[in-house]
């Protein structure tokens, strides 16, 4: 085995936001538009372009050692292969999404089983024929192509099962929410073959500590400050931190340095506070990463 690893970059609504966190995890990937092979400064890696709905079945062929998709469609393909970690993009959304039964607001359709026979659209086709079969429900399921919420309104078939966060788009509609079949995030996948190779393994597992250390580090900043060896207490009482803040004493002073890690937006409520408490030299600075 060569050491090189073979990454599935998601193509759509996670690209760009893949490429920013690799970006801040240390990987600069360069995608042209008439290129799926996207360029990368790591010489042991190789990147593709792939369609979410598709990185399950290419990652268990071991096309690719491994990429990042959404759970539900590496559900929907059944794919056969490691879940490394999720990867819940803040950029995009810190909401799962939910695969949801939806009929229209007049239906009579309160629960699934009241579904016997009845035709459903959707583009979760796999998925949605075992949830049925599972629990004995006989229905015909079709594929759609898209505009699968106008299928039910229109009449040209019973129910649907679509994506949503919220569901306002559902209501909006119309429609009516009967219950969620399934909650998905992004997750990293790797194939088994890889997984079980030590250094293909090693590999994957600092994509991911490092993706997830820059995921973390998202929103959050440093503040580091000086003040009086006597106002510690009270200082560290109001400062918010992972664990707890360091602090460390100024060389030859009876003043120390405190430092912390926190909320951007518990900044501008806690700097008064410091002022008051007698901190100076209050320093604010972004974060790549938090491991």
């Given amino acids: 085995m060569s050491n090189l690893l073979n990454f599935g970059v998601p193509k759509g609504s996670l ?28 010489e042991e890696m190789n990147c593709k372009l792939i369609r979410p709905q598709e990185m399950g079945k290419y990652v268990e062929r071991a096309t690719i050692d491994a990429g990042i998709a959404g759970r539900d469609w590496v559900r929907e393909n059944e794919s056969d292969v490691v879940e490394v970690c999720e990867m819940v993009y803040s950029k995009v959304s810190r909401r799962p999404a939910r695969w949801v039964l939806v009929v229209t607001q007049d239906s009579k359709v309160q629960k699934p089983e009241d579904l016997h026979g009845a035709t459903i659209s959707t583009e979760l086709v796999g998925f949605t024929k075992r949830y049925f079969a599972e629990r004995n429900i006989t229905v015909n399921v079709e594929f759609s192509w898209g505009a699968t919420e106008a299928k039910v309104v229109d009449g040209l078939c019973d129910a649907i099962v679509e994506v949503t966060e919220t569901g306002s788009t559902i209501r ?3 429609l009516r929410i009967v219950c969620d079949l399934m909650e998905s995030v992004p997750v990293l996948i790797a194939n088994k073959a890889a997984w ?3 250094w293909k393994r ?3 597992e600092t994509i991911a500590t490092l993706l997830k250390s820059a995921l973390a580090a998202e929103g959050m900043v440093g503040l580091k400050l000086n003040a009086p060896g006597e106002r510690v207490e009270a200082i560290t009482k109001v400062l918010p931190s992972q664990k707890a803040p360091t602090v460390s004493n100024l060389y030859n002073s009876d003043w120390v340095s405190i430092e912390s890690v926190l909320n951007e937006k518990e900044v501008r409520q806690i700097v008064p506070e410091l002022i008051k408490l007698g901190a100076e030299g209050i320093i604010e600075y972004p974060l790549t990463k938090i491991i």
């Fill in 172 to 174: 909006a509609n119309g």
């Fill in 15 to 42: 690209e760009n936001a893949t490429v920013e966190l690799f970006k801040k995890a240390g990987w600069q990937i360069s995608i042209s538009s008439r290129s799926y092979f996207p360029g990368v400064d790591d």
């Fill in 202 to 204: 090693e590999k994957i």
């Fill in 196 to 198: 079980n190779e030590p």
